[in-house]
């Protein structure tokens, strides 16, 4: 049997992915009340690293030890992946001295790559085109402040950029309503658009896109790769910046979110973290929560708790 992987938020059934959000939310309670849990003691995490990272590392690794396994920390610069070795190869060599493999990285590409020649299971940290464990953490916090987000309405301000990809691919799995405002040539995905069909409209007033949201999100205007883009849309982009006065124009319970880092006086004002519809901070934490259930539902204990 081939290994489970989490490339994408189409990886799972809806079903699945429900049980993991309800399954971070027992975790979270678990070690509020210092309870130790470690069904994967004896089981090593390998993270690899092309993009720099705090969240996602601090997570993962934290995340596996709290499980009782323990994360090895791998970047090109310290392994053969940055001197030219196949991903093919890369992925027999690791697979078979690991347990699981997430990889944080600029190309799609190299984590389908990886994942076909892996026979333990592999994870997506982050690719230009998707960002799947961030959605799980938001889908998450979501849940713990205003319950189930099916038949809510979602609006993604910014960038059509990674996050951007997996809040389409989360409007489909958890059944809510997207519209995204960003500037003309900048959009997602034409294929996720066209696959989620009537759950996603684009919107290109920011105004008319947050009116009645019940969540709103963004992300940094410039991604790690696009620096020499940054004096060209910071200017694009300007328009689009998100503040309390714009939040007002959406549901009396919405609630902000930003994946972080956030570039205060840019894709958000000074003061929007600060702001008490802003769970940024929650929204960070889960991460934590969120992919120790991920860890947990996709690597095989190395032995049964009682």
Avoid at 27 to 50: A, N, W
Wanted: hydrophobic residues 40%; contains cysteine.
């Amino acid at each position: 049997m081939s290994a489970r992987n989490f490339l994408s938020l189409m990886d799972c059934t809806p079903a699945e992915l429900a049980g993991l959000i309800r399954r971070g939310i027992e975790l979270k309670d678990l070690r509020d009340r210092s309870v130790l849990f470690e069904p994967l003691k004896g089981r090593v995490l390998g993270m690899v690293f092309e993009k720099s990272s705090t969240r996602t590392r601090v997570s993962f690794e934290a995340g596996m030890i709290q499980l009782g396994g323990q994360a090895i920390f791998l970047s090109p610069r310290d392994t053969q992946l940055g001197r030219g070795e196949p991903i093919g190869d890369s992925a027999i060599v690791l697979s078979s001295m690991l347990d699981v493999v997430m990889l944080r990285t600029f190309k799609h590409s190299t984590l389908t790559e990886f994942a076909a020649k892996s026979r333990v299971p592999v994870i997506n940290g982050l690719s230009d085109e998707l960002h799947p464990c961030q959605l799980l953490a938001d889908m998450q916090t979501f849940l713990e402040h205003r319950g189930s987000i099916q038949g809510k309405t979602v609006t993604w301000i910014g960038d059509g950029n990674n996050m951007c990809n997996s809040y389409i691919e989360a409007a489909i799995q958890f059944d809510f309503q997207l519209r995204i405002s960003c500037p003309e040539g900048y959009d997602p995905s034409p294929a996720l658009l066209a696959q989620a069909g009537e759950r996603v409209r684009l919107v290109r007033d920011p105004r008319e896109a947050v009116r009645g949201a019940h969540l709103v999100s963004t992300d940094v205007w410039t991604s790690m790769g696009q620096e020499e883009e940054t004096a060209k849309r910071l200017e694009l982009f300007a328009p689009l910046q998100v503040t309390r006065e714009l939040l007002d124009l959406a549901a009396p319970d919405v609630l902000f979110m930003h994946c972080l880092p956030a570039h205060r006086g840019e894709e958000i004002s000074l003061d929007l973290l600060d702001d008490s519809r802003s769970v940024a901070w929650d929204q960070a934490e889960n991460r934590l929560h969120a992919q120790k259930a991920l860890l947990e539902f996709l690597v095989k204990p190395a032995y049964r708790p009682a």
